[in-house]
Nanobody, 124 residues
Framework: QVELIESGGGLVQAGGSLRLSCQASGRAFSGYPMAWFRQAPGKEREFVAA????????RYADSVKGRFTISRDSAKNTAFLQMNSLEPEDTAVYYC?????????????????WGQGTQVTVSS
């Protein structure tokens, strides 16, 4: 059974930083793209960042470019999202996702596996 487990969310003041982790188990995702999405109350799930297994193809939402960094440790089947200069608008539940294809995507429907989400709250 494939499982993705996020951790690292919490409450932080504006301008602060958090690092989210996504641990994959049940299958080696070393060759698969992984991504982060987020969903704020009353809004649709939106793309945040995605990365191919080798890092050659990395994509970010315009709203987080220059502030967030996606990375992964393939040996540990873990993906990370380093979030700096956080803003109240970044408040949401953050989800990691993985897909059984070669290239990352910004569309939630292209991903096959999802975590349960971790809450990030940024206070002003």
């Amino acid at each position: 059974q494939v499982e993705l487990i996020e951790s690292g969310g919490g409450l932080v003041q504006a301008g602060g930083s958090l690092r989210l982790s996504c641990q994959a188990s049940g299958r080696a995702f070393s060759g698969y793209p992984m991504a982060w999405f987020r969903q704020a109350p009353g809004k649709e799930r939106e793309f945040v960042a995605a990365r191919s297994w080798n890092g050659f193809n990395t994509r970010y939402a315009d709203s987080v470019k220059g502030r967030f960094t996606i990375s992964r440790d393939s040996a540990k089947n873990t993906a990370f999202l380093q979030m700096n200069s956080l803003e109240p608008e970044d408040t949401a539940v953050y989800y990691c996702a993985a897909r059984g294809a070669s290239l990352p995507s910004i569309r939630p429907g292209d991903y096959d596996y999802w975590g349960q989400g971790t809450q990030v709250t940024v206070s002003s």
